[in-house]
């Protein structure tokens, strides 16, 4: 069957094959058939009603009945219901009666599997590294150079020891687990409830092993070098003390967890104290901590550090220090009353209204709309500059240019010292000039050249 015909005949039976069923059509020879009706075998066309359905090489058969075996380059139909199999490429065998063991043809005895190229029998031996050796697979181990026993034996260091079921290796030898414990390769008299400490033998109902040494008392714990009862003994900074179960370590004391809580290295009762960095205080109602102190939230607050009387409605002002937030402010920790309240503003230490006030570098003074700051003084719009900090006569129709009173209000601007109205004039290498009479070339020498 090629490929193109496979595909064409996919392809046409997407239209057709409803018709004619779902099958394959592929060539025999210069013949074309279809694959249900029969086979192909050596070129030649067998039906399949005609008693097979498969091929051995060119020959036609029964693969339901029969069986096909390549072996010594040739092609062999096998006998109804018997396996036949090839051993070492050149033997056909009746796998029945025969096995074969690394390509070498041998009877199959009942119980006998191959070991290497031999058969051997695995009810009386076993298969050890390629060497048949007495005692059966089921009942021996491969030990060493023999077997061993399992039901009498352990294999320990590749030697079959006495003991059987129960026992296990120590160093060369076995232990029964139930009566005897093996530490660091010698065996102690003590089983099941026994464990090794370093290399001797406790029992651990009665005794505990901790940093090596055997100590009194079953089923302790290991504080250091100390053995210790956990139901009421507690491991402290290193050291047994009393306590126990619901016991937590402060410092190097226990304490009952129940009531008490650890606040650095001292203890406290949780419903009547409160630990604030490190330090027990009284525990005040709706307790909070400011720094090392407890204070009521609802009476008091903690401004930067330090307990201050005021609850709802107060704010902190500096340290020490709070405010009613309705009636006062704060300007820089220091408590005022306010005036007003929107205007209100803070200068520096004092309070100002920013409405008739104004505050100039600290100090403020009582000021008009056509009042402004100079520096640390107030100075009039409209008959005074603020010429390099400095109160000059002028004006609103005035400019200060590098410390010089220059006629000019509102939109002139300074060429060095001089006032001028960019509208009409320009400044040109720090001179002003006519706009419309003159231009200002790109070089300092030529300055400001009359138009042509
Ligand atoms: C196979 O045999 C059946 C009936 O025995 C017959 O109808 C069919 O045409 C045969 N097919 C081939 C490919 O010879
Ligand atoms: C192949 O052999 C089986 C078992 O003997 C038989 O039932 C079946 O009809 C055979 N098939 C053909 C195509 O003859
Ligand atoms: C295969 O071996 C079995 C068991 O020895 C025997 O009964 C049978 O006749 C053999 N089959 C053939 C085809 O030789
Ligand atoms: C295999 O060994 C078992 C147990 O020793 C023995 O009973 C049996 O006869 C042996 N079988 C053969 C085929 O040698
Ligand atoms: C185990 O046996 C080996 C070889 O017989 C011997 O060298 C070794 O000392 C033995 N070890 C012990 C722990 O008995
Ligand atoms: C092991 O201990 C049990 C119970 O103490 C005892 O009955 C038994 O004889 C011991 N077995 C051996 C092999 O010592
Ligand atoms: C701890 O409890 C055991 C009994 O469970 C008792 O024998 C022992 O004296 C107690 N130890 C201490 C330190 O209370
Ligand atoms: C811990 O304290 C609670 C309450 O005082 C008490 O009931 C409990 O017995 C104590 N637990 C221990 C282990 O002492
Ligand atoms: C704050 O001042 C207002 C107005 O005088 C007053 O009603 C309020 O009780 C004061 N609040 C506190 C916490 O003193
Ligand atoms: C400023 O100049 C304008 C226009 O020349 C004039 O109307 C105004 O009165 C002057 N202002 C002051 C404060 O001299
Ligand atoms: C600029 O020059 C023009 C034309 O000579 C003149 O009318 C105008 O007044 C001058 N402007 C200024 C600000 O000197």
């Known amino acids: ?7 064409l005949t996919l392809f046409l039976c997407a239209t ?18 279809e694959t249900n009706d029969a086979v192909c075998c050596g070129n030649t066309l067998y039906n399949r009603t005609s008693g097979g359905n498969g091929c051995c090489g060119t020959v036609f058969f029964n693969t339901s009945s029969h069986s096909c075996v390549h072996c010594g380059g040739k092609y062999h139909i096998t006998a109804p219901k018997y396996r036949f199999y090839c051993c070492g490429q050149t033997q ?64 320990c260091a590749n030697q079959a020891r006495p003991g ?34 370093e290399n001797q033998v406790y029992k651990r109902s009665t005794h505990s092993c901790c940093q090596d040494k055997i100590k009194t008392g079953g089923g302790f714990w290991c504080c250091g070098p100390d053995a210790y009862n956990p139901n009421n003994q ?16 402060c410092g190097s004391k226990a304490y009952n967890t129940t009531k008490q809580s650890c606040c650095g290295s001292q203890t406290y009762h949780k419903k009547k104290e409160i630990c604030c960095d490190g330090r027990v205080n009284d525990k005040p109602k709706r307790a909070e901590c400011c720094r090392t102190q407890a204070y009521n939230s609802k009476t008091h607050k903690c401004c930067s550090g330090t307990v201050t009387l005021g609850g709802k409605g107060m704010a902190c002002c500096g340290t020490g220090q709070t405010y009613n937030k309705t009636t006062h402010d704060c300007c820089y920790g220091v408590v005022l009353d306010s005036i007003g309240v929107d205007n209100y503003r803070c200068c520096y230490d ?24 100079c520096y640390y003084n107030l100075y009039n719009l409209d008959t005074q500059n603020c010429c390099d900090y400095k109160i000059t ?13 220059q006629p000019g209000g509102t939109g002139y601007a300074c060429c060095e010292d001089q006032a001028y109205f960019p509208q009409t004039q320009g400044c040109c290498w720090r001179q002003v000039y006519n706009k419309t009479t003159h231009i200002c070339k790109g ?6 050249v009359k138009r042509d």
């Open 1 to 7: 069957m090629t490929c193109t015909k496979q595909l």
């Open 16 to 33: 057709f094959c409803i018709h004619h069923g779902w099958t394959w059509t592929a060539s025999c020879g210069s013949a074309t058939y």
């Open 92 to 155: 056909l065998y009746n796998g029945t009666s025969h096995m074969c063991c690394g390509g070498i043809l041998k009877t199959n005895d009942r119980n006998h599997w191959c070991c290497g190229t031999q058969s051997y029998n695995f009810s009386s031996h076993s298969c050890c590294y390629g060497k048949i050796l007495s005692g059966g697979e089921y009942t021996h181990r491969c030990c060493g150079d023999g077997t061993s026993k399992d039901a009498t034996q352990t294999c």
């Open 164 to 197: 059987g079921t129960g026992y296990r290796c120590c160093g060369n030898g076995t232990f029964l687990t139930t009566n005897e414990t093996c530490c660091k390769n010698q065996v102690f008299p003590g089983g099941n409830d026994h464990a090794c400490c």
């Open 234 to 249: 507690s491991c402290c900074g290193g050291r047994v003390v009393r306590g126990g179960r619901s016991h937590a370590c």
């Open 350 to 373: 004092k309070a100002y209204d920013s409405k008739t006030q104004k505050c100039c570098n600290g100090q403020v003074f009582r000021a008009g709309p056509d009042e402004a700051c």
């Open 393 to 405: 006569q002028g004006g609103r129709n005035y400019t200060c240019c590098r410390g010089k009173i």
């Open 443 to 448: 070089y300092p020498t030529y300055g400001a």
